[in-house]
């Protein structure tokens, strides 16, 4: 089955960085194209950062653009989120997933377009 793990979230100050890691197994990887999504307190989960299946196709959500950078690893298994110049409002859960496709460089942004998640890993910056 599926497994995704997700690692290297933490407190940090507001201007800092953080980079996250996804590892994946139960599947083949470089089969699926990959995201990440977040979802702070009392609010729904929301599209953060998407790549394909080749790594060479990458959208973001228009507050995180500049800031974060979506990479894999298909050797490892692996998804990354590089985040900079974080903000409060950048303070959530995150969770990364996967979405089995053909097309090597599509990528998803919708809730429905996955089906497996990990547990998420904690953000939290202050301000």
């Known amino acids: 089955q599926v497994q995704l793990v997700e690692s290297g979230g933490g407190l940090v100050q507001a201007g800092g960085s953080l980079r996250l890691s996804c590892a994946a197994s139960?599947?083949?990887?470089?089969?699926?194209?990959m995201g990440w999504f977040r979802q702070a307190p009392g609010k729904e989960r929301e599209f953060v950062a998407a790549i394909s299946r080749g790594g060479g196709t990458t959208i973001y959500t228009d507050p995180v653009k500049g800031r974060f950078t979506i990479s894999r690893d298909n050797a490892e298994n692996t998804v990354y989120l590089q985040m900079i110049s974080l903000k409060a409002e950048d303070t959530a859960v995150y969770y990364c997933s996967g979405r089995n496709t053909i097309l090597l460089h599509a990528t998803y942004t919708g809730l429905g377009d996955y089906f497996d998640w990990g547990q998420g890993t904690q953000v939290t910056v202050s301000s």
């Open positions: 139960g599947l083949t990887f470089n089969n699926y194209a």
